[in-house]
């Protein structure tokens, strides 16, 4: 399984960005998405979480700005940023948390991460 994640680029303050990240290879099922980001300097951080019931979770300075949605059917996870700040900026990863896949006659559960998409917000 690959996850590999879109959408980054540079927007000036007040804008807005769509991430995606896309699951591929033969799985059952993911449990939980999250997308974290990581500026330079700083811990990787979580940003916005959801769950296969579709429950969320967003970190304080992105609430009313992020949504996080995901379609099970693609396999795929998005992030709506709106209201973008400079402190934004960072390298935004996706995580697919307990993705259930077949491992010879028995299933497996593993976490796996997309390789990061850089998100650039100017002043």
């Known amino acids: 399984v690959q996850l590999q994640a879109s959408g980054g680029g540079l927007v000036q303050a007040g804008g807005s960005l769509r991430l995606s990240c896309e699951a591929s290879?033969?799985?059952?099922?993911?449990?939980?998405w999250a997308w974290y980001r990581q500026a330079p300097g700083k811990q990787r951080e979580l940003v916005a979480s959801?769950?296969?019931?579709?429950?969320?979770y967003y970190e304080d300075s992105v609430k009313g700005r992020f949504t996080i949605s995901r379609d099970n059917a693609k396999n795929t996870v998005y992030l709506q940023m709106n209201s973008l700040k400079p402190e934004d900026t960072a390298v935004y990863y996706c995580?697919?948390?307990?993705?259930?896949?077949?491992?010879?006659?028995?299933?497996?559960?593993?976490?796996?991460w997309g390789q990061g998409t850089q998100v650039t917000v100017s002043s």
């Open positions: 995580n697919a948390v307990k993705v259930r896949l077949p491992l010879g006659d028995k299933v497996r559960e593993y976490d796996y």
């Open positions: 290879g033969i799985l059952f099922s993911i449990n939980e």
């Open positions: 959801i769950n296969s019931g579709g429950s969320t």
